[in-house]
């Protein structure tokens, strides 16, 4: 019982998905570098990506356990894509001094993301 009751405890403790702080990390080129490849939505951008799928209502296709999956390591699910593993470091090549060993996302930048894109189902 008191496994259950600390588990719970750090369940409740944990900070869910800012999503100011994911709209800002999405549009951030130096730090998540979402809009390098993908476009906030289906009309495009000058300024953003268009080497992978927009991000309007990609919440309506993935569910937040789905999406932050496939930002944490999108090889799971297609292992020859050019999406980066945000969340492992296992398996990259060419990887900068100052990167080894360091995942490019925190787990709580990648919940700020989720629940932003989140929000993306709802224009």
Aim: some cysteine; aromatic content about 4%; proline content about 6%.
């Amino acid at each position: 019982m008191r496994a259950l009751l600390a588990l719970l405890m750090v369940a409740a403790s944990a900070q869910a998905g800012d999503v100011e702080r994911g709209r800002a990390l999405v549009a951030d080129r130096t730090q998540s570098l979402c809009l390098l490849c993908h476009a906030l939505n289906s009309a495009g951008d000058a300024n953003q990506g268009n080497l992978a799928p927009p991000l309007d209502a990609v919440a309506t296709r993935l569910n937040a356990k789905g999406l932050r999956e496939r930002i944490a390591d999108m090889r799971r699910f297609n292992p020859k894509t050019v999406m980066p593993p945000f969340r492992s470091t296992e398996g990259l090549r060419d990887v900068a001094p100052a990167w080894q060993g360091r995942a490019a996302l925190t787990e709580q930048q990648l919940d700020d993301i989720v629940a932003y894109l989140g929000t993306l189902a709802n224009p």
